[in-house]
């Protein structure tokens, strides 16, 4: 999943057409306000405004178009941001495997405050709080409930709201419980495939789901935000505890769950790697890095796409 949003994690048969893919595209020179960690690329917002992209770019989802942006949402092969005018545009994979048109990259009309992409649909919140979403739909995962929402976080195939009492609804696929978040307030989610996260207003996290790797069993204490990443057979977490210091836990084959130390800001976890901004404003990013998605360019960030937080 975007500026705030989620960097999504995208499904088995998604991940397959990837690996198979081709290009790369190189790392921008510039500095960026916002990033969005993907599934096996990376988008930030430069300071002018303008998205970059770097990673893989076999279907288009490293190829922002021009103009200026305030946020911008990393999927699994999709990339959708907010223009400067609230207007949502997407780019990358439109299409499922069949090559049929499922309409992902399609947004519809309007102004929005947040824009979550996933690994077969997109979700958005609009400037007036109602959810509205657009792809594929098999699940119902694109069948937003009514009512005023300030946030949104986008699964592989369930999407999860934080409602105007900070309550959290989700909605779609159910195989695990990811789609059965627990009762509480919440200042913050963050849906991968599998499970989902979120911080409580006590600051420490719940999450739920299916527990590959002890991926639902955080550790204790205040946290500041978390997210969650996830290929499907492999999740992982990260979370930036009350000190700064960011701790992982679930997989960590590609070194995804080992941080390094410091004092951080926000952390955003892709499908086996993930970036954190330090205090300074600088990015540093861990685990795999096949296709470049983990090389950060230099200079001060202000934020990784990662969970989608109450406004």
């Known amino acids: 999943m975007a500026a705030v949003g989620l960097a999504a994690i995208g499904a088995a048969v998604v991940v397959a057409a990837i690996r198979a893919g081709g290009g790369r595209v190189d790392l921008p020179p510039d500095p960026s306000q916002t990033i969005s960690a993907g599934q096996y690329h990376t988008c930030g917002v430069q300071t002018d405004g303008t998205v970059v992209c770097w990673g893989l770019n076999d279907v288009g989802q490293a190829d922002p178009p021009p103009g200026v942006f305030q946020s911008v949402s990393a999927g699994a092969a999709h990339t959708c941001g907010i223009r400067g005018d609230g207007t949502v545009a997407c780019w990358g994979r439109n299409h499922d495997r069949d090559g049929n048109l499922d309409g992902r990259a399609d947004p519809p009309p309007g102004a929005f405050i947040a824009v979550s992409a996933g690994a077969l649909h997109t979700c958005g919140v609009h400037a007036d709080g109602a959810l509205v979403c657009w792809g594929n739909d098999f699940y119902g995962q694109a069948d937003p409930p009514p009512g005023a929402f300030q946030a949104v976080s986008v699964g592989a195939a369930y999407s999860c709201g934080v409602r105007e009492d900070r309550t959290v609804f989700c909605w779609g696929l159910d195989f695990g419980g990811q789609a059965e978040p627990p009762l509480g307030v919440f200042q913050s989610i963050s849906a ?19 527990n590959s790797n002890l991926s639902l069993d955080p550790p204790p204490g205040a946290f500041q935000a978390v997210s969650v990443g996830s290929d499907g057979h492999a999740p992982h977490a990260c979370g930036v505890e ?14 995804q769950a080992d941080p390094p130390p410091g004092v951080f800001q926000v952390v955003s976890v892709g499908n086996f790697h993930a970036c954190g901004v330090r205090a300074n404003g600088a990015l540093a990013c861990w685990g795999d890095d096949s296709f470049g998605q983990a090389d950060p360019p230099p200079g001060a960030f202000r934020e990784v796409g990662a969970d989608a937080p109450v406004r």
Do not use: F, I, K
């Open 192 to 210: 991968s495939q599998t499970h989902a996260c979120g911080v409580r207003a006590d600051g420490t996290v719940a999450c739920w789901g299916w």
């Open 242 to 255: 009350a000190d700064g210091a960011v701790v992982c836990w679930g997989a960590n084959e590609y070194g």
